[in-house]
């Protein structure tokens, strides 16, 4: 589900320091920086030489005709052509180059980034919405792309052609280059404080824009829900009214980008002919040329854009160093379960011994910390044993099974498979070694073939089908219009709940682990499925340790034990005739749940 108000508004915390973050990022790739260097000097070189050729090809060109030759002016015009391909090539190769880096980079933070969070625990995920490790892989990372793929080449370009055109501007004309200093710093600073806030309120409109999309997102994966309370109308007017938010929004951007284009064309044109006519004068009065002065402009037209172009860049630079910072958190994340630094083998099966042993564990989760879900759980499971686990809702039941696949570790008591610690397992070693078939069973949005062999990616085709078999699934997916090739749509929208189960414990199944947990699920399933579900674990649990977490009175009877947990604690243990006998909490939930149940 995508949270609704994942997209914060930027914060702008972290300075510009925070890029520094990026570094290791950035310094596989020093062989292309070095070249992209090289590129943007020869461009930066090459349009620096454009007003010179410029002014040789007017005083030399055109001023002195007739004491100069042909062959002057053809070598001069030549010279300005060639300049012009050299900063052709090199600004090509710039862009190239430097985009190049910017994909490249973002792709690898992207990956980077990924391949962190599918570590985290499930704690991360309940503080962390997905819609926002979401936003923080699309638009955090392509706010670092603009950085790396433009606007670093772009700073130090325009860096370049400051200095040096403001240089060879001194060099041209001293009083002229005074005047135009001063202007810059009355036109620019203004036009650049303005076009602060455009960028301001340009950003305030891609986050309403994304407010409204977020909400939507989260609509639409609840379309049933909406439907059935008949809140079409109320949700497409929520939905409306961030529409037109984000309208207004933008309306407030494109009125202030018009009087920027207004104030900036006449600012900039104003004081170019203001200092076309200084320079006219002195053109007439002989202290300069037409083509100096022609020269000269174009430096200030280059120091000028230069300079705008730098205000540009700086915002650019400061929304990355918010962006880089907030991935930088993200990968600073530590999963609170770690493997171990030299994790323990686990023993070969039938080594003897208990299979699973629980040791006075007690557990809270991280949230609930004066809650506990789990309090003192002893308990040692055989190896081919079947133990029904029962219990009213909210009793904990779940929370073993997250304990036993280290989604979360006890805060005290230890936890044993085969005889080792389960903390002292390699996290891919134990979670190997356990069969899980959830509650709310997860179809990924691919064909039947594909959802069962998720179970062991290395499977072939008739194991598949054979793990189908034995979980009462290849019936159903036979008659599917593609069978094992029907795409089962997002979600797995397109089974029945007795279906998507089945399909879950086929892919249990093909594991084939030594430990199975069912989290098995009753509620939507008809009496048919039921009754071909039950098959189905019957066949997953024989020959195999498993804990069942039941619902049903046929699956409690077939257990070899059963316990009963209420508010996290063993409160009863038994068989199913010895726990009635009792006429404990087992009985009444006997007498509730599983009445006529078969
Ligand atoms: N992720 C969680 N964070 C905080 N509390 C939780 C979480 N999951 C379950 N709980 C709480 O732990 C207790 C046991 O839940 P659970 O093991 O899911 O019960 P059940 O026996 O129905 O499977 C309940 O009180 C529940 O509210
Ligand atoms: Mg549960």
Do not use: C
Request: no cysteine; proline share 4%; charged share 20%.
């Amino acid at each position: 589900m995508t949270g609704s108000e994942t997209t914060e508004g930027h914060p702008r915390k972290g300075g510009l320091a925070t890029l520094r973050g990026l570094v290791p990022f950035l310094a596989p790739y020093k062989r292309q920086f070095a070249l992209a260097g090289v590129a943007l000097l020869v461009a930066a070189g090459a349009t620096l030489a454009i007003p010179y050729a410029f002014r040789q090809m007017i005083d030399l060109g055109f001023g002195a005709a007739g004491s100069r030759s042909v062959e002057h002016v053809d070598r001069y015009f030549l010279a300005l052509f060639g300049v012009a391909v050299v900063l052709a090539v090199a600004t090509a190769a710039r862009h190239y180059l430097v985009s190049w880096l910017g994909e490249r980079v973002t792709a690898d933070i992207r990956n980077a980034v990924y391949r962190h969070v599918v570590t985290q625990s499930p704690q991360f995920f309940e503080i962390t919405r997905s819609g926002e490790v979401l936003s923080r892989l699309t638009t955090d990372t392509t706010l670092i792309q603009a950085v790396v793929g433009t606007s670093i080449s772009m700073a130090i370009r325009n860096v370049l052609l400051f200095a040096g055109g403001l240089a060879l501007m001194f060099v041209t004309s001293v009083k002229l280059t005074s005047i135009i200093v001063v202007l810059l710093v009355v036109v620019i600073l203004p036009i650049v404080a303005f076009g602060r806030r455009v960028r301001k309120l340009s950003r305030d409109s891609q986050d309403r824009i994304a407010d409204a999309s977020a909400m939507a997102g989260e609509i639409l994966n609840a379309m049933p829900t909406v439907q059935a309370y008949t809140h079409e109308a109320i949700e497409a007017d929520r939905f409306g009214t961030s529409v037109e938010r984000a309208f207004a929004t933008a309306v407030k951007r494109v009125r202030a980008r018009s009087l920027l284009t207004v104030v900036a064309i006449v600012l900039v044109f104003g004081s170019i002919v203001f200092v076309l006519w200084m320079g006219a004068h002195a053109v007439i009065a002989g202290t300069m040329t037409g083509g100096e002065l022609g020269q000269f402009i174009l430096y200030a037209v280059l120091v000028a854009g230069a300079v705008g172009a730098l205000a540009e860049t700086m915002g650019e630079a400061q929304r990355a160093a918010g962006a880089t910072e907030r991935l930088l958190e993200l990968m600073a994340v530590r999963s609170p379960i770690q493997s171990p630094e030299n994790p323990l083998p686990l023993p070969p099966r039938a080594s003897g011994g208990a299979a699973l042993v629980l040791e006075d564990v007690s557990f809270h989760y991280p949230s609930r910390p004066q809650a506990p879900s789990l309090v003192h759980l002893s308990l040692v499971v055989q190896p081919g044993e079947t133990v029904a686990v029962v219990g009213p809702s909210g009793a904990g039941k779940t929370t073993l099974f997250q304990l036993l696949l280290r989604f979360y570790d006890p805060q005290e008591g230890r936890i044993s498979l085969d005889g080792v610690e389960i903390r002292s397992l390699a996290l891919h070693g134990l979670r190997g070694a356990i069969g899980v078939v959830p509650q709310d069973t997860v179809i990924f949005a691919a064909d039947a073939m594909e959802n069962i062999r998720y179970g062991r990616v290395d499977a072939t085709d008739d194991e598949v089908i054979a793990a189908a078999r034995m979980a009462a699934a290849h019936e159903f997916i036979e008659k599917l219009p593609q069978g094992y090739r029907s795409f089962l749509g997002e979600r797995g929208v397109r089974l029945s709940g007795g279906q998507r189960q089945r399909i879950a414990i086929a892919r249990a199944l093909l594991k084939n682990p030594p430990l199975l947990l069912l989290d098995e699920a009753t509620s939507s399933l008809d009496a048919e499925s039921e009754r071909l579900v039950q098959g189905a674990l019957e066949a997953a649990m024989a020959g195999r340790t498993t804990l069942v977490i039941a619902h049903r009175l046929a699956t409690v009877k077939k257990a070899d034990r059963i316990l009963v947990l209420d508010e996290g604690r063993l409160v009863e243990t038994g068989t199913h005739a010895s726990l009635v006998a009792m006429g404990g909490i087992y009985a009444n939930l006997a007498a509730l749940q599983f009445h006529g149940a078969g």
